[in-house]
């Protein structure tokens, strides 16, 4: 399984940037998928995660109101929409998928993306 994680790069505060994971190798729709990040200095945490149909998800206490994921099963992908990024929110992002269709529990991931830097600075 490969995931390609794309969409990183340098924002300012309160702007917004969208990351997306590409995911090849076994079939996409029957997986939950999620995203993580690894704050400078801290260890990787959870971020969002969404379920093999993407009827339903789950965000950590950090992204609610201001992250949204998504999926698009026809093109094996997963958004992550970030908006009014914070200074703390600098980490580099990762994709990862579950081994089931759900993300419960939410830490128990089977693979990992390569990771995308995101920094928000002024």
């Known amino acids: 399984v490969q995931l390609q994680a794309s969409g990183g790069g340098l924002v300012r505060p309160g702007e917004s940037l969208r990351l997306s994971c590409l995911a090849s190798g076994r079939t996409f729709s029957r997986y939950a998928m999620g995203w993580f990040r690894q704050r400078p200095g801290e260890e990787r945490e959870f971020v969002a995660a969404i379920n093999l149909s993407g009827g339903t998800d789950l965000y950590a206490d950090a992204a609610k109101g201001r992250f949204t994921i998504s999926r698009n099963n026809a093109k094996n992908t997963v958004d992550l929409q970030m908006n009014s990024l914070m200074r703390e929110d600098t980490a580099v992002y990762y994709c990862?998928?579950?081994?089931?269709?759900?993300?419960?529990?939410?830490?128990?991931?089977?693979?990992w993306g390569q990771g995308t830097l995101v920094t928000v600075s002024s």
């Open positions: 990862a998928s579950y081994p089931t269709g759900s993300y419960w529990p939410k830490d128990v991931v089977e693979f």
